[in-house]
């Protein structure tokens, strides 16, 4: 079978400063493509190819597979079962390195203690299980609140058994979401200076093509050429942040897409931009929420409560101590996660702040207080996403940071770690305004709780 897509040669911009080597185009090819698509079939590849070499194209950054053998195929469009699984969970749970000392004294939940991100960094294999697949594991990166990267053991099986998730959310909305040969079934999109970018078959979904896509103008030279390759595809489900799908209101494209459905996730979805994106698509918004840690966790389909979802995840609000807060009142939303067998967590403080009530007779949260959407202002007024800047300030070494800019557009950084001069070299050419950064010495010393890493009191951001 021909390669379905070739690589590119690494090519990073000498003329660009800000260029960072990992996204170079092709900068890494580890596997071939059939260890990528073990049941790839020719029409399987066939599509892959012309999505991967259509004219109007960007530039691919990765290349990437499911991995999933027949077995696995099959095994991830069913989702686990959930009669029953916390007892089982915790006994794997007991077994993990991290309890080895205090296994005698854990019973039921409650007497187990709470687990930050921290305690990932610090040693994450400790909560890895000694039996684990570990040949089903593939490495997520999450940069989190902090900023700085926790390496996250993913189970192939369970990242395809999340995509089955979105098929079922997009049913319970009355919608039929089944392969089309003739559309890409799912654009994961993203809008950022540099990212990862690439496109797949989902193995469990007919081996229909899907694709990351970076909807930022530089990834897409030619006029037009965004627009031409989205409206070519058609995803019939787009998925993304707040930031990403804002882009998906351009005239070009509402008048061109139809998806069935939109996700929104990883940060807060404002209502005013879930009611634009429901006029202008006449489709479902969907928001999930949830972190890589955890994998979903909670949904709201109308802009009202996070209902908890009906998979192998348990939620507890608690007080700074630890506590149960009475029911309905705010706390830190704490979750019990078993959807990841490499990573099994047991009271998982998210950093996140909501309450606990009741829709429908599901859990669910309400006023959740979770990750912001912020934006800079750059000198010549265009709108800098954060994401953007958290890039350079993990490329200059920063394990955790604050970035503040007032309302007359100055900006100042507070950085736990890395090169303060060359962080803010690279912020200020990214803001096109000078950038003062200080060092703190903890990560503490950014603030209590969960810090803000982000904020902007500048006009029109």
Same mark, same amino acid.
């Given at each position: 079978?021909?390669?379905?897509?070739?690589?590119?040669?690494?090519?990073?911009?000498?003329?660009?400063?800000?260029?960072?080597?990992?996204? #170079?185009?092709?900068?890494?090819?580890?596997?071939?493509?059939?260890?990528?698509?073990?049941?790839?079939?020719?029409?399987?590849?066939?599509?892959?190819?012309?999505?991967?070499?259509?004219?109007?194209?960007?530039?691919?950054?990765?290349?990437?597979?499911?991995?999933?053998?027949?077995?696995?195929?099959?095994?991830?469009?069913?989702?686990?079962?959930?009669?029953?699984?916390?007892?089982?969970?915790?006994?794997?749970?007991?077994?993990?390195?991290?309890?080895?000392?205090?296994?005698?004294?854990?019973?039921?939940?409650?007497?187990?203690?709470?687990?930050?991100?921290?305690?990932?960094?610090?040693?994450?294999?400790?909560?890895?299980?000694?039996?684990?697949?570990?040949?089903?594991?593939?490495?997520?990166?999450?940069?989190?609140?902090?900023?700085?990267?926790?390496?996250?053991?993913?189970?192939?099986?369970?990242?395809?058994r999340s995509f089955h998730l979105l098929v079922r959310l997009v049913a319970e909305q009355g919608i039929?979401?089944?392969p089309d040969p003739g559309r890409m079934a799912l654009a994961y999109v993203v809008h950022q200076?540099?990212?990862?970018?690439?496109?797949?078959?989902?193995?469990?979904?007919?081996?229909?093509?899907? #694709?990351?896509?970076?909807?930022?103008?530089?990834?897409?030279?030619?006029?037009?050429?965004?627009?031409?390759?989205?409206?070519?595809?058609?995803?019939?489900?787009?998925?993304?942040?707040?930031?990403?799908?804002?882009?998906?209101?351009?005239?070009?494209?509402?008048?061109?897409?139809?998806?069935?459905?939109?996700?929104?996730?990883?940060?807060?979805?404002?209502?005013?931009?879930? =009611?634009?994106?429901?006029?202008?698509?006449?489709?479902?918004?969907?928001?999930?929420?949830?972190?890589?840690?955890?994998?979903?966790? #909670?949904?709201?389909?109308?802009?009202?409560?996070?209902?908890?979802?009906?998979?192998?995840?348990?939620?507890?609000?608690?007080?700074?101590?630890?506590?149960?807060?009475?029911?309905?009142?705010?706390?830190?939303?704490?979750?019990? +996660?078993?959807?990841?067998?490499?990573?099994?967590?047991? =009271?998982?403080?998210?950093?996140?702040?909501? =309450?606990?009530?009741?829709?429908?007779?599901?859990? +669910?949260?309400?006023?959740?207080?979770?990750?912001?959407?912020?934006?800079?202002?750059?000198?010549?007024?265009?709108?800098?996403?954060?994401?953007?800047?958290?890039?350079?300030?993990? +490329?200059?070494?920063?394990?955790?940071?604050?970035?503040?800019?007032?309302?007359?557009?100055?900006?100042? +950084?507070?950085?736990?770690?890395?090169?303060?001069?060359?962080?803010?070299?690279?912020?200020?050419?990214?803001?096109?305004?000078?950038?003062?950064?200080?060092?703190?010495?903890?990560?503490?010393?950014?603030?209590?709780?969960?810090? =803000?890493?982000?904020?902007?009191?500048?006009?029109?951001?």
């Open positions: 079978m021909s390669d379905p897509c070739a690589p590119a040669a690494p090519s990073p911009d000498p003329d660009d400063p800000l260029a960072l080597a990992e996204y #170079a185009a092709g900068g890494a090819v580890a596997l071939t493509d059939a260890e990528r698509w073990p049941t790839l079939d020719e029409a399987g590849a066939a599509r892959l190819g012309a999505v991967a070499r259509h004219p109007l194209a960007p530039a691919w950054v990765h290349r990437t597979g499911d991995r999933l053998t027949a077995d696995g195929v099959a095994r991830a469009r069913t989702p686990l079962p959930v009669d029953d699984w916390l007892a089982g969970h915790l006994a794997t749970a007991r077994k993990l390195p991290a309890y080895r000392r205090v296994a005698d004294t854990l019973g039921d939940l409650p007497s187990w203690p709470t687990v930050t991100r921290d305690d990932l960094l610090d040693d994450v294999s400790a909560f890895v299980p000694l039996d684990a697949d570990l040949d089903r594991m593939i490495e997520g990166s999450s940069s989190g609140t902090t900023g700085r990267a926790l390496q996250i053991p993913d189970d192939i099986e369970e990242v395809a039929h979401w089944r200076r540099q990212a990862f970018t690439y496109t797949s078959v989902i193995s469990s979904f007919g081996q229909a093509v899907m #694709a990351r896509l970076n909807l930022h103008p530089s990834q897409w030279p030619a006029a037009g050429q965004r627009t031409g390759f989205l409206l070519h595809q058609q995803p019939q489900v787009i998925t993304g942040n707040p930031t990403s799908l804002a882009e998906l209101l351009q005239p070009e494209l509402v008048a061109g897409l139809r998806p069935l459905a939109l996700f929104s996730g990883a940060m807060a979805l404002s209502l005013g931009l879930r =009611r634009d994106l429901e006029r202008a698509y006449g489709c479902p918004v969907i928001d999930v929420y949830g972190l890589h840690e955890t994998r979903p966790i #909670a949904v709201s389909a109308d802009g009202g409560p996070f209902v908890i979802l009906d998979r192998r995840v348990h939620v507890e609000v608690l007080d700074a101590s630890g506590r149960p807060v009475p029911a309905g009142q705010r706390g830190e939303i704490v979750v019990t +996660a078993g959807e990841n067998p490499l990573l099994p967590l047991v =009271r998982y403080r998210t950093g996140d702040f909501g =309450r606990l009530v009741d829709v429908a007779g599901r859990p +669910a949260l309400a006023d959740l207080e979770g990750r912001e959407a912020t934006r800079f202002l750059a000198l010549d007024g265009s709108l800098v996403p954060s994401v953007d800047l958290t890039q350079q300030l993990q +490329a200059g070494g920063a394990r955790g940071w604050a970035v503040h800019q007032a309302a007359d557009g100055s900006v100042t +950084a507070a950085v736990v770690g890395g090169d303060a001069a060359q962080i803010g070299a690279a912020l200020g050419r990214l803001l096109a305004r000078p950038v003062t950064v200080t060092t703190v010495p903890t990560l503490l010393d950014l603030g209590e709780g969960k810090p =803000r890493r982000y904020e902007s009191l500048a006009p029109g951001t």
